[in-house]
């Protein structure tokens, strides 16, 4: 199994800035791909962005895409969420997930591909 822990979640205000982390641990070594999610109040989970574990290639949400950044540190097991210019409409739970089974170029989009998740952070921006 593999453990997930967000922090960095908390309220900002538009055109701010924050950092999400996502901690893994247990059986990091197969890791896949790690992704962020968010869902706002009354909507579903929607996919945010996406790093493959062993060649670094990211996907991104257009609507996310030129102001988030996804980044690993492999040494720290830890993926980070950097938002940058943000939007009233960004305000959601955030969560962090992992791909174990995937092949070795995957960038899953879909919630079904995921096979653990943390528990969430909440980002608040105020206009």
């Known amino acids: 199994q593999v453990q997930l822990v967000e922090s960095g979640g908390g309220l900002v205000q538009a055109g701010g800035s924050l950092r999400l982390s996502c901690a893994a641990s247990?059986?990091?070594?197969?890791?896949?791909?790690m992704g962020w999610f968010r869902q706002a109040p009354g909507k579903g989970r929607e996919f945010v962005t996406t790093?493959?574990?062993?060649?670094?290639?990211?996907y991104y949400a257009d609507s996310v895409k030129g102001r988030f950044t996804i980044s690993r540190d492999n040494a720290k097991n830890t993926v980070y969420l950097q938002m940058n210019s943000l939007k009233p409409e960004d305000t959601a739970v955030y969560y962090c997930?992992?791909?174990?089974?995937?092949?070795?170029?995957?960038?899953?989009?879909?919630?079904?591909?995921?096979?653990?998740w943390g528990q969430g952070t909440q980002v608040t921006v105020s206009s």
């Open positions: 247990g059986r990091t070594f197969s890791i896949n791909a």
């Open positions: 997930a992992v791909e174990i089974h995937g092949s070795s170029w995957s960038l899953p989009i879909l919630e079904r591909q995921y096979d653990y």
């Open positions: 790093i493959n574990w062993s060649s670094l290639t990211t």
